[in-house]
């Protein structure tokens, strides 16, 4: 039997892809740079190599996804009829969770529209 609903985290949530892809957990990724680099998405991200850098002293700056990549993979449920269970990254430790909640309460209002017509 299918999912009545589908969980959708984010890359905080520290889930491999592979275990993603097994719980059947879709994941936003957020992204990174270390020092001075290029900003690295999330889906992109080497955590060896990562946790490498921050051992040997680099610094990482975090961001929090963005309302565009929320808004696709919600609209892409929302199309379907399926349900979405957001699971955010402590909103004390970033806006991901906001960002979230904030691309939901889009989506359902353009649902709520679409079905008033």
């Known amino acids: 039997m299918a999912n009545e609903y589908v969980i959708v985290t984010d890359s905080g949530s520290d889930l491999s892809k592979e275990m ?18 290029e900003p690295v998405a999330g889906d992109n991200a080497d955590l060896k190599e990562f946790y490498s850098a921050l051992r040997s002293g680099s610094t990482a700056v975090t961001s929090a996804a963005n309302l565009d990549d929320f808004s696709k993979v919600f609209e892409e449920y929302a199309k379907n009829s399926v349900d979405v269970l957001y699971i955010g990254f402590s909103s004390g430790l970033s806006s991901t969770a906001s960002t979230g909640r904030l691309a939901a309460s889009e ?4 649902i709520k529209n679409f079905l008033a017509e």
């Not at 989506?107 to 353009?110: Q, S």
Request: charged share 30%; proline share 5%.
């Open 20 to 37: 993603a892809a097994e719980l059947g957990v879709r994941i936003v990724p957020l992204s990174y740079k270390l020092d001075d680099g």
């Open 107 to 110: 989506k359902l209002a353009e």
